[in-house]
């Protein structure tokens, strides 16, 4: 059984940075070729929204516009965790935020939340002005 949790939420001001995390068990990242990992967020009123992928056979990773040079995703050697580094934040960054991977489903669709199959329960970063 899949299961994927999120960490490291919390309240900033802008500016500052965070780390979250997410800890996958059920599966192991080189499970198939195209596995990956995103964090996705979403706000009040607002649709889900991918924030950054990355395949873990390739280490390639994606970013969304609003979050290029701030926001950095990587996987650890362990197989089990992707972390989402959060530098220079903003206010409009306020969300919760979730990781998923598109296990068992073939083909990852990047920051397309169509193909996840698994997410986890989120974790809120509030970034104040």
């Known amino acids: 059984q899949v299961q994927l949790v999120e960490s490291g939420g919390d309240s900033v001001q802008a500016g500052g940075s965070l780390s979250l995390s997410c800890t996958a068990s059920?599966?192991?990242?080189?499970?198939?070729?195209?596995?990956?990992m995103g964090w996705f967020r979403q706000a009040p009123g607002k649709e889900r929204e991918g924030v950054a992928v990355?395949?873990?056979?390739?280490?390639?990773?994606y970013y969304a516009d609003s979050v290029k040079g701030r926001f950095t995703i990587s996987q650890g050697n362990d197989e089990n965790t992707v972390t989402l580094q959060m530098n220079s934040l903003k206010p409009e960054d306020t969300a919760m935020y979730y990781c998923?991977?598109?296990?068992?489903?073939?083909?990852?669709?990047?920051?397309?939340?169509?193909?996840?199959?698994?997410w986890g329960q989120g974790t809120q970063v509030t970034v104040s002005s």
């Open positions: 059920g599966y192991t990242f080189s499970s198939f070729a195209n596995n990956c």
């Open positions: 998923a991977t598109n296990y068992p489903r073939p083909g990852c669709t990047g920051l397309s939340r169509r193909g996840y199959s698994s």
């Open positions: 990355i395949y873990h056979s390739t280490g390639s990773r």
